[in-house]
């Protein structure tokens, strides 16, 4: 049995643990919903960062609601979904409504940036403000330094 690995955009990265813990041969997997992507109003560059780092990836790109794409995903891979895990409440939710039929694993990664105080992900803009300082120091802000 393998797994169906769903990459979203605060985890697009083929390092993150989420590939760790997922079975050989699994698939790795980003769903362009459109419906989401024009309620978090992501602008014209933003989705090409999303898009391009895709094109990075060895991850499949299917467009359509979340629910319905992972769920025939899920059932044609044999049912386990893992995925990393996100501050974002809409993922969140999509992760509990796929739960209802699926075995669903969240997975932590290492976080890009720490950051001393909960940060505004509303804006990336604002967000970015605030991490530009712990990203760019030697060692990216988190984790240890070599």
């Not at 980003?30 to 898009?51: C, E, H, N, P, S």
């Not at 391009?52 to 990836?57: D, G, M, R, V």
């Amino acid at each position: 049995m393998s797994d169906l690995v769903w990459l979203h955009e605060d985890a697009l990265s083929m390092d993150h643990p989420v590939f760790d813990r997922a079975a050989p041969g699994s698939l790795a997997v980003y769903v362009w919903d459109d419906a989401y992507l024009q309620q978090v109003d992501y602008g014209f560059k933003r989705l090409l960062f999303i898009y391009e780092s895709l094109l990075e990836l060895d991850a499949r790109i299917v467009r359509g609601d979340f629910v319905d794409c992972l769920g025939r995903l899920a059932r044609e891979q044999g049912g386990r979904i893992r995925v990393p895990e996100t501050p974002n409440p809409r993922l969140q939710q999509v992760v509990e409504q796929l739960r209802g039929e699926f075995e669903v694993d969240v997975v932590d990664g290492r976080p890009f940036v720490s950051l001393p105080r909960e940060a505004d992900l509303r804006r990336f803009f604002r967000y970015w403000n605030k991490a530009r300082g712990a990203a760019m120091n030697a060692g990216g802000g988190a984790g240890e330094s070599c």
